[in-house]
Structure formats: C-alpha cells, structure tokens
C-alpha cells in the first residue's frame, strides 16, 4: 500500500496505537504490560532457576498484552491470539537470515517460489489473515456505532463512518483489507518481535556477566529493590539506555529489513538507482562502519554516555528509519525496558552449561535461560 491509503491508515493507527499502547504506560501503574510483568516474575521464582526456553516462555505474557491492548477483554480470544502467534512463529522460521536478503521482484517471482517451504509460509500467512478475518466479522455483528469503541477494530469503523458522514473521500481507504492486513502485522510484531527482542537485549548480559552486575547495581541505586520499576525510570538509568543502545548495535538479528521503493530515479555513490527500484537497508554496514563508531567489534556500552560534551554516535537502527518505520516501535521499546529492568531487579541470569547464543536460537525461538532468584536481604 502506497501514497494517500497508507498515508491516511498510518496516521489514524499511530494516534490509536499510541492512546491504548505507549500512552498508557506513562498514565497507569495498571494495565496488560504492568500485570503481565507481575506474572512473569511469579513464574520465574516458581522455576527456581531451571532453564527457560526464553523466548517461548515471554510469548504467553506478550500474547496478553497484545489482546488486552487491541481488543481490550473480550474483542478476542487467548485462544485465538495464541494459534496467531504459532502460525506466525512457523512463518518467520520459513524465512531464515539467508533468505531475508532474497528481497524485491526478482525474489518474488523467481525465487522464493522455489524455496523449500515457501507454499508453507503462504498456508501460514493464510491462516492468520482468516483468524484476523474472524475477529473482524465477529465485531461487524456486535458494532454501535452509538456505544463508547470497544477496541482498535471499532475505532476503525468509527473512523470511517465519520469520514462517510462528512463526504472525506478518504472513506473508501478504511477497507476491510487494510484493517485485516493491519492488524496482522500489529499481531504478529507485538508478540513474538516483543518476546524476541526482550531476550535479545539479554544476550549481551549473558555473553558479558560483568554487564549484568552494572545493570543490577544501577537499578538498586537509583530503584531500589523495594518497588517494580516504571517507566518514569527509564530516562534516569543512563547506563541501561547505554546497554540497550549497543544490544542494538551489535546484535546481527535482521541485517537486511524493511524493504523501500526509491519513487524517483536518483545515483548514489556513482551507483544509478532507477525509479521502482527495491532497496534493502544494510543494518550491518552502518552498526559496524569503524568511521562511526570506534572499535566497533567491541561490546562497549558507555561509548553512548556523554562524557565532557564529547558527542555521542548515532543511534543503532532496528525499527527501520524515516516514514516507514515500525509503527510500534515506542510501545515495544518501553514494554522490552521494564521487562528487562525487573527482571533484572530480580533475578540473575545465566546460560546452562555448554549452550551458547546464536541467531538460529531467535529465529527457532529456542534460546535457553537460566533465572536464578536474587537474594534481596
């Protein structure tokens, strides 16, 4: 979807994502993300440090959130959100990092048709557009369009029916095939990205033990141990951000991502690029450029702190850059922080004996993890 449909779909789901996600967040110490991080806690401890298959076990709690926060209680199902997430996590593993460079029209008709498992991951891909499709017609036979929304699926139809009302030509842009298309994709990265990045960030404590003590010390003094931490705290855990900030970095999760059409014909770098033209965007060759940052294949977190005005690097990119940016990349990154600080705050975390970190443990969601209980007295 391009131009004036995207423009005008983009622009109502980042206002509603940002009242019932992010917003949310800095308003109330209630709520999905708060509730579900009580919940993880719980469960940790009731483990009593055996290892956690990480990512899958950060799913549950992440699939809550996301129900809780598109639908609210009863615009869908568990059930319903969880068979979601199994045919999306199928999915992602059809597309393996070698693959993600398969990208742009020539991929698409020549070879992803041939890959192994690709008549899978179009099923797959099927599948969630029908459970999605079912929430939808559900709530067609429910709606009000004179009753207080429900959740995203009944902003959207009011959205639309005060477009109708008015004559907006941009109505006709409310389709059920953006809303469907939409929602999958809200789906598919507010639960499984969001329990994949979470432990993400924690491969660099597990890689760097000594990591973990200078996070655990930071949050004892400026949390303490006697209260969750919220995300009014965020800002003053400077090297948390910092750590947070060189995760990104360093971690070679999606090299390649976020596909763009260049709208014009344009040279770069002596390079002709004409107008249509898919283009990748080279995560990797920015994180490592040595004329960005110094000594980039070092894990260095304090290189983001400021230290006598001397100007920080850039930002590491995971969220994609400019217009089509992830469109929940604050919720994540502030659902990701208190999930990670309180762990922290509570546990020590360690690899079993003999297992190591690879890219195939995110993209299998097979990475385990060992969350001993602190002793806080």
């Known amino acids: 979807m391009n131009g004036e449909p995207w423009q005008a779909a983009r622009k109502f789901f980042l206002v509603v994502l940002k009242e019932r996600g992010a917003n949310s967040l800095k308003t109330s110490l209630a709520g999905p993300v708060y509730d579900s991080i009580k919940s993880t806690v719980t469960d940790l401890e009731a483990r009593k440090g055996e290892p956690v298959n990480f990512i899958d076990f950060l799913l549950h709690e ?32 059809c597309m393996t990092p070698k693959n993600v460079l398969l990208c742009g029209t020539f991929a698409k008709y020549f070879i992803f048709p041939f890959m192994p498992h690709f008549l899978k991951s179009l099923e797959c891909h099927r599948q969630m557009q029908k459970i999605v499709q079912d929430i939808v017609n559900e709530h067609k036979t429910s709606y009000d369009a004179d009753s207080p929304p429900r959740d995203i699926i009944d902003e959207y139809f009011k959205e639309r029916d005060k477009r109708i009302s008015r004559g907006d030509p941009s109505a006709e842009y409310f389709t059920d095939k953006v809303l469907v298309g939409s929602i999958v994709q809200f789906m598919g990265d507010g639960a499984l990205f969001a329990a994949s990045f979470t432990t993400l960030l924690m491969s660099g404590m597990l890689l760097y033990p000594e990591e973990q003590d200078k996070l655990y010390n930071e949050i004892v003094e400026v949390i303490g141990l006697d209260r969750q931490p919220t995300i009014e705290d965020k800002s003053k855990l400077k090297y948390f951000n910092a750590y947070i900030q060189e995760s990104i970095r360093t971690a070679d999760f999606f090299s390649f991502l976020d596909t763009q059409e260049c709208r014009k014909e344009t040279t770069l770098g002596g390079y002709r690029i004409p107008k249509g033209a898919i283009l990748l965007q080279n995560f990797y060759s920015c994180h490592f450029d040595p004329e960005v940052y110094d000594e980039p294949g070092k894990f ?57 970190i690879t890219i195939e443990s995110f993209v299998n969601s097979n990475l385990r993890v060992c969350a001993t209980p602190r002793n806080k007295h």
């Open 300 to 356: 260095n977190p304090s290189r983001y702190i400021s230290v006598n005005g001397k100007r920080k690097p850039e930002q590491p990119i995971m969220f994609g850059v400019g217009k089509r940016s992830c469109i929940g990349e604050s919720f994540i990154m502030m659902q990701a922080f208190l999930l990670l600080a309180t762990i922290i705050q509570n546990f020590q975390l360690s690899l079993p004996e003999g297992e190591k």
């Open 62 to 93: 992440c699939c809550t959130v996301v129900r809780l926060t598109l639908f609210g209680e009863i615009g869908a199902t568990q059930a319903q959100i969880r068979k979601f997430n199994e045919l999306y996590s199928e999915e992602v593993k």
